[in-house]
């Protein structure tokens, strides 16, 4: 079955980074987008981005430009977000999620997420 | 860009009736891109529809959703114990993409 399986929980300090995977199984990985969205806690969902796993192209929200890198490595089946400068308002359980349809390109519905994970930060 | 707008915030039902949850979008979709999602406590979302009105392999039939342009409608015919949950919908007719607040469906 289709799995996304994220890392665990990271503690933070203003102005640092963080990096959080997503490990997929379960599908052929290079046929379908990851996205990623955050929740911060009570709120709605955001998306951050998304990245092609096939040819490594990569979209972002405006939002998170110059902030944000999704990468991706196909021998491990492994997409990656990396967090820069972080700030307290980024505090938020951060979701991988698969699209729907393949070749889709991020313009998609999302069929399968991961578990998420919370990045706390915090001085 | 196109915002969402989840109405109500609150449903608050008893199991066994029905719901109907409001989605409208600040500009016309060009597409049918829209989508609903579930979200219960501590879980990750669930995709229930997508396409406005075409459910994915094992969400019950219970589960619906219509409409176009601007307004779109989850309607959920009779709530299970395990329907009451946060609902979103999300569109992803063009950049930006966005999700709806919520509307929280409680007892």
């Known amino acids: 079955q289709v799995l996304l399986v994220q890392s665990g929980p990271e503690v933070k300090k203003p102005g640092a980074s963080v990096k959080v995977s997503c490990k997929a199984s379960?599908?052929?990985?290079?046929?379908?987008?990851i996205q990623w969205l955050r929740q911060a806690s009570g709120q709605g969902l955001e998306r951050v981005g998304w990245i092609n796993a096939d040819n490594g192209d990569t979209g972002y929200s405006q939002k998170f430009q110059g902030r944000v890198t999704i990468t991706r490595d196909k021998s491990a089946s492994t997409v990656y977000m990396e967090l820069s400068s972080l700030i307290s308002e980024d505090t938020a359980v951060y979701y991988c999620?698969?699209?729907?349809?393949?070749?889709?390109?991020?313009?998609?519905?999302?069929?399968?997420w991961g578990q998420g994970t919370l990045v706390s930060v915090s001085s | 860009e196109i915002v969402l707008t989840q109405s109500p915030g609150t449903l608050s039902l008893s199991p066994g009736e029905g719901a109907t949850l409001s989605c409208r979008a600040s500009?016309?979709?060009?597409?049918?891109?829209l989508a609903w999602y579930q979200q219960r406590p501590g879980q990750a979302p669930r995709l229930l529809i997508y396409?406005?009105?075409s459910r994915p392999t094992g969400i019950p039939d219970r589960f619906s959703g219509s409409g176009s342009g601007t307004d779109f409608t989850l309607t959920i015919s009779r709530l299970e114990p395990e329907d009451f949950a946060v609902y979103y919908c999300h569109h992803y007719d063009r950049s930006p993409h966005a999700f709806g607040q919520g509307t929280k469906v409680e007892i």
């Open positions: 396409g406005v009105s």
């Open positions: 379960g599908y052929t990985f290079t046929s379908y987008a």
């Open positions: 500009q016309s979709l060009t597409t049918r891109y």
């Open positions: 999620a698969r699209d729907q349809t393949s070749y889709c390109n991020g313009d998609c519905s999302l069929n399968y």
